[in-house]
């Protein structure tokens, strides 16, 4: 008799954005007539960079010519990308990282989702609450936690309270705890990390022999230039961090699906002995095994974002998106809503009026403003109370959304 893998029954209702959807549909289906604006699902909507487009029909041309065809690359990477992503992203920061240390892929959410595999069962896991759903699943699929309770909260996983008391920042649990989650600048909550807050959480992963899951994959919307873009700019964090980036949010890829992951050839974790061991070529043999690699074509058009051309068109996008961001905080902050984030990253993240429950809220948007948002309990307890709104919108709709959320006050 064939058995299923009862962790994946541990999974509390659906998928967070996936409910979204079936609501959003099922209101359509009933008012057929309603123009919805969705500034819920972080999705981008401005089309790719011009320098990204050209870069990508060239290497489309050459996979017509049997002299330039391509099959199957290296699983890592193509070394023309990986370097890009050194020269730009790391060296003008500070950060010296070798080719091998650089693990291309399809997307951040895959690699946050799949790193895990790599570490026990037996780890304790900690995350920040709220968090992006997906650190969390995961590790229940892969039963590295007990039984949900009502709250929503997993049975082995140590849950950091991320409040506007302490900025959204917590301090390092005062337990041992094996593998941390740590996204900043922060979905869903738009905060963002300086150095002394990163700098004690580097400390804890070397005195607690833990490892930091980093994800950046927003780093290139941070305006102020004294946050860190990199877990790597803090001292000592090669020996205990891995770093997710991505090209989905910054030029656009969500559907082109384009990211990486780097993984520090110091960085150890420990057999059931005691034994240090690499992460690094475990991550290599764990990505060569189960993906055959990012199509070349895309490679192609991830490094054109590091042309000249690429990087101002990059940017112009960030500044659309962060121009968006300023809009629906300034306008939310005028109609008496408590807001945070929208600064140095594209969500807002807002308290829900007279105490109203965030799924309540929801329903109150979707129904009498027409305009879709994320509940905050969906990232997790914490997020109860609060809603968050995503700055990648189309810039009518965003100020279209805003003038209807003003006539609810």
Known sequence: MIKINENYLKLKAGYLFPEIGRRTRAYQQ??????????GIGDVTLPLPAAVIEAFHRAVDEMSDSATFKGYGPEQGY????????????????????LDEIFVSDGSKC?????????????TIA?????????????????RTGAGDERGCYEGIVYMACTPENNFMPEPPEQDVDLIYLCYP???????AGCEALARWVAYARAHKAILLFDAAYEAFIRDPAIPHSIFEIPGAREV????????????FTGTRCAFTVIPKELQAYTAGGKAVEVNPIWHRRHCTKFNGVSYPVQAAAAATYSQAG??????????????????????????????GGVDAPYIWLQTPDGMGSWEFFDKL?????????????FGPAGEGFFRLSAFGDRDNVEAAMERIGRLV
């Open 30 to 39: 009933g008012h057929p007539q309603a123009r919805i604006i969705r500034l």
């Open 79 to 98: 070394e023309f990308l990986i370097r890009a992503i050194i020269d730009n992203d790391y060296k003008s920061r500070g950060v010296d990282l070798s």
């Open 111 to 123: 690699d946050s989702g799949n790193i895990q595999e790599i570490f026990s069962v037996a780890n």
């Open 127 to 143: 995350v920040t609450d709220p968090v992006y759903p997906v650190y969390v699943d995961t590790n229940v699929m892969a039963g």
């Open 186 to 192: 922060n979905n869903p909550t738009g905060a963002v």
């Open 241 to 252: 961090a891995i770093e997710l980036r991505s090209f989905s949010k910054t030029a656009g």
């Open 311 to 340: 990087k101002k068109q990059v940017r112009e996008l960030v500044d659309y998106y962060m121009e968006n961001a300023r809009i629906i905080r300034t306008r939310l902050s005028e109609f008496g809503y408590q807001v945070y």
């Open 366 to 378: 979707l129904n009498e403003a027409h305009v879709i948002g994320t509940p905050g309990a969906g």
